[in-house]
């Protein structure tokens, strides 16, 4: 059994859960999110929490046991307090700004980057290094910081680029001066 599928998911108080045919709805205080089931597990909601149970105990049904559980326990999270991603930027010059629903982003380059994120999404920039990207939906929230990140990977010599907080780059030695 699985570690993870086989734990319920506890409901908060604002968070609703319906199961109908094969797709699970969540709604909350900051939203809602829906995803479709597969086959192979069934999800049902009782005494304020919902457990996720597979069918048989074929390799993909024992996969999608603890995927599905973490992909609802992730909705309930999402719609109740919601998921936010900092990035730091690091680099003599390198910045970002608001310009309305666009993110600029200055990075070294001969041109400045726009960005403009789905409407799901909520991006601040508190001041002028760092990117804070917030929304309901865990991946989408992931899948735009990534992005971001990918105009200007952190590099390993000087450690300039957009990095995500807490990330530890890992510097390496220039070239040995010769001899």
Do not use: C, W
């Not at 699985?2 to 969540?26: C, F």
């Not at 069918?55 to 603890?66: E, F, I, L, P, Q």
């Amino acid at each position: 059994m699985s570690r993870i599928g086989k734990m319920p998911i506890r409901l908060a108080d604002q968070a609703k859960v319906e199961v109908k045919e094969n797709m699970i709805n969540v709604t909350g205080p900051k939203g809602a999110l829906s995803q479709a089931l597969v086959d192979e597990v069934t999800v049902s909601v009782a005494d304020g929490a919902v457990t996720v149970q597979r069918k048989d105990d074929t390799k993909r049904s024992k996969a999608m046991h603890g995927l599905y559980r973490m992909l609802v326990s992730n909705m309930v999270e999402g719609v109740t307090k919601g998921f936010t991603r900092k990035l730091e930027m690091s680099g003599v010059g390198y910045r970002a700004e608001l310009k309305g629903d666009l993110l600029a982003l200055t990075l070294g380059y001969s041109h400045m980057i726009y960005f403009k994120a789905p409407a799901e999404i909520k991006i601040e920039v508190p001041d002028p290094t760092t990117v804070l990207v917030s929304g309901i939906d865990k991946a989408l929230v992931g899948q735009i910081a990534a992005k971001i990140r990918s105009f200007r990977k952190p590099e390993p010599y000087r450690g300039k680029g957009i990095k995500y907080e807490g990330e530890v780059i890992r510097r390496k030695e220039g070239k040995a001066a010769g001899k």
